[in-house]
């Protein structure tokens, strides 16, 4: 570690912190529906949609209503997205002639991309045509990070209001959404990582012929409008197979910097959002005390255990300045990959600019680990918010046991219908991880995955489903999961990941709104103190932790004391 | 409910994707193109008017005359990007490493020339492994080492003051000017 990498690590999260403020009131503006400096431009717009699509700009829903929204509009875009997926063949803007996809490869991807997983069981310059790439995959990039918005600001409003049981309307949270907060950025975004040296064409590939006489053919084509909203979006579904370690995806530290800015910026700021609209910016700041604590302890584990390096390599004669390289790109380093590795699981990114399967054990535990601690750090574009009010309502009513009053938070009581979906939705991702990867673990459809052997292997399985039903993306590439196994329980495990766990997380939201606020007293625990903080990291480690613990231990600590006795496999 | 929800549902899903997967990329394509056509197009690089590769994606030189560029999972295949995936305690991984590390002295094998990169595409060697090839690549033109050295340093990228970024050389941009030596010379 050097003081030059923490340097670099604190200048980007330095800017995000600088950018939480104005982006979180800018998007407090937007969805309470006042004018913003982009209304000129985007106001007849958003009027004409919902003119076309019959929405009552004044009208609102309640949570049921909502949440029929959500699902209705996620369980249409999979078949539009399926559809372009299994046709691309026959459509146009297919430079290099792609044949359409297979059933099951289609299926996964559509759910992958619809729930903002962004799972990358296909190579993208060997399998997406350009139509696939834009007007498959670019709009669920946008839209289902719109729709986790939407849920975190119906979720925000259910703690502002009382008394009421009309929680906001999807259908003007979601255009909201994409028109006044992702395209716009956006369009930003992509035009800087242009003129850093990404690659926007709409051709398909470029023959070269080296100085050495050899041919090589290099793949192009949209990619840094992909790119852009990927990141702003936590998708995370690169344009390239290996995402943004490819060299045109992330060709140097400046594109760096801003892929893990545009990353970060959002998801911090809908907290901020979120304190604005509840009215307690402390609050916010509470949370996002508790995030940047975890992740900065991610982010210095990850960095500590890669520029340790690997003794099994460095007793073969390596020098050890540079740390373990393998699967890493010389021109990010060590702290980039390791900001860039926390980051992305901490949030549900799942782009990678390094091969994870190749990190250390101890370096590759920290983003399983990230991921399994339920995405909150944080988190994916609005998912990350609800998951962490989720995990704020577990630690009042937590606290509330130990002094034996009724638990309260933002001046709503979280009685027992509030904590028994509070509970649903958390139990979803070990249900989910622990249970499809026990299969994989036994069935022999599921060991043919895995290319390495030993507790690497379990590693690879367990990252799988942890980032399939985290709806993270990134993956332990080792796997080969463009299988039907693989491609069909990992579609499902994304589909109880993001749905089975917005709906509780609604219905909390349409039973708070209906709650009066009461005032606080002088025996309401107060949560914007270091006190709810510290308790708050407890309840996040022990819930995401505890119950991961055993398989971590059979994955990848028993992969890294292995490594120190330099046993292989 | 649900009846009413389907116009919203399939106008805004249609209205969306047109803008969001036609107009954006498309004009994002109109700007990039016209505003930085040589990012936009790949940052190729062409030599005596040919297309030679570009600056970005590493390239496969295997001559003594080169410098060659780190490992690759898959040989430099600019349409098919790749890393080994290996972990740490494979063995393919740790005999292809020890294997790579006897072409140097003991604990002075650049972390960079034995193992293979995320992207399998990686355009930049690091300035240790740049030169520990100099006295190849100079027995193998007839070039003087010092002035060899002189050169890779001079293609040395250097943080941006001394902060942002990592020092690396990049492999074709070196071995373009290493070309461009010999032609002086004849």
């Known amino acids: 570690m050097t003081w030059q990498g923490w340097l670099q690590i604190g200048l980007v999260l330095g800017l995000v912190a600088a950018a939480i403020k104005p982006l979180g009131l800018y998007m407090a503006q937007v969805f309470d529906g006042k004018r913003t400096f982009l209304t000129p431009l985007f106001g007849p717009v958003e009027r004409s949609f919902y003119r076309l699509a019959g929405v009552n700009a004044q009208s609102e829903q309640t949570w049921l209503g909502y949440t029929t929204g959500v699902l209705l509009f996620s369980f249409l875009g999979a078949p539009l997205l399926y559809a372009i997926l299994r046709l691309q063949a026959v459509l146009p803007l297919n430079p290099q002639g792609f044949a359409g996809l297979s059933p099951d490869l289609a299926f996964n991807t559509a759910v992958s991309f619809v729930t903002n997983t962004n799972w990358q069981s296909y190579g993208g310059e060997t399998t997406m045509s350009h139509l696939s790439q834009m007007l498959g995959l670019t709009v669920q990039n946008f839209v289902s990070a719109a729709s986790g918005i939407a849920i975190a600001v119906a979720v925000s409003r259910a703690f502002a209001r009382s008394g009421v049981d009309r929680i906001g309307n999807f259908w003007i949270d979601l255009t909201r959404a994409t028109l006044y907060v992702l395209l716009p950025m956006a369009v930003v975004v992509a035009v800087v990582f242009v003129a850093l040296g990404l690659p926007q064409t709409l051709a398909g590939s470029v023959d070269a012929t080296s100085l050495e006489g050899a041919s090589q053919t290099i793949a192009m084509g949209p990619m840094a409008s992909q790119e852009a909203i990927k990141q702003l979006g936590t998708n995370g579904g690169g344009f390239m197979n290996v995402n943004a370690a490819h060299p045109f995806e992330n060709p140097n530290a400046f594109s760096n910097y801003l892929g893990i800015f545009s990353m970060l910026s959002i998801s911090a700021a809908m907290v901020y959002a979120f304190g604005q609209i509840v009215g307690s910016r402390r609050q916010a700041w509470a949370l996002l005390s508790a995030m940047a604590v975890l992740l900065v302890v991610g982010i210095g584990a990850i960095y500590w255990a890669e520029t340790a390096g690997n003794p099994i390599h460095l007793a073969a004669g390596l020098d050890p300045a540079l740390g373990n390289m393998e699967g890493k790109e010389l021109r990010f380093g060590q702290a980039m990959t390791a900001l860039y590795a926390a980051v992305t699981t901490g949030l549900s990114n799942g782009g990678v600019n390094a091969m994870h399967s190749s990190l250390t054990p101890l370096g590759g535990l920290v983003p399983l680990f990230l991921i399994q601690l339920g995405e909150v750090l944080p988190g994916g574009v609005g998912s990350g918010l609800y998951g962490m009010v989720v995990f704020a309502i577990l630690t009042v009513f937590v606290a509330g046991l130990m002094v034996g009053r009724t638990p309260e938070f933002l001046g709503k009581k979280i009685e027992a219908r509030e904590m028994k979906l509070a509970m649903l939705a958390v139990l979803v991702l070990p249900l989910a991880i622990l249970g499809f990867s026990a299969l994989a673990a036994v069935l022999p459809q599921g060991l043919a995955g895995p290319a390495n052997s030993g507790p690497h292997g379990l590693t690879e399985i367990l990252y799988a489903y942890s980032s399939a039903a985290g709806n993270n993306g990134s993956a332990f590439a080792g796997l080969s999961a463009n299988s039907p196994w693989y491609n069909t329980t990992l579609g499902l495990a994304m589909l109880a990941g993001r749905f089975a766990y917005i709906v509780p997380v609604l219905a909390i939201a349409g039973s708070l709104a209906r709650k009066q606020k009461v005032p606080a007293s002088s025996g309401t625990f107060p949560t914007d103190g270091p006190l709810f903080v510290g308790l708050l990291i407890g309840i996040i480690l022990i819930l995401g932790g505890l119950q991961f613990f055993p398989v971590l231990a059979l994955g990848p600590i028993l992969e890294h004391v292995l490594m120190l006795a330099g046993q292989t496999f | 409910m649900l009846i009413a929800q389907l116009r919203p549902a399939l106008v805004l899903l249609l209205l969306l994707a047109a803008l969001t997967g036609l107009a954006y990329p498309l004009a994002i ?85 034995v193992t293979a990169s995320a992207s399998g595409l990686d355009p930049h060697i690091s300035p240790a492994y740049a030169a520990a090839q100099v006295a190849r690549v100079a027995a193998a033109r007839s070039l003087d080492a010092a002035g060899l050295a002189a050169l890779v340093e001079q293609h040395t990228e250097h943080p941006l003051l001394g902060l942002f970024g990592e020092p690396m050389v990049n492999v074709l941009k070196l071995n373009l000017a290493l070309d461009a030596l010999g032609d002086d010379n004849s």
């Open chain 2, 29 to 113: 394509t109109g700007i990039a193109q016209a505003a930085f056509p040589s990012q936009a197009n790949g940052s190729l690089v062409e030599h005596d008017g040919q297309v030679v590769g570009s600056a970005l994606i590493g390239q496969a030189f295997a001559g003594a005359g080169y410098f060659h560029p780190r490992p690759s999972a898959v040989g430099y295949d600019a349409a098919g990007s790749g890393g080994t995936n290996l972990g740490a305690t494979s063995a393919t991984l740790a005999s292809d490493v020890a294997a790579r590390a006897q072409a140097f002295a003991p604990g002075e094998a650049p972390a960079d020339a």
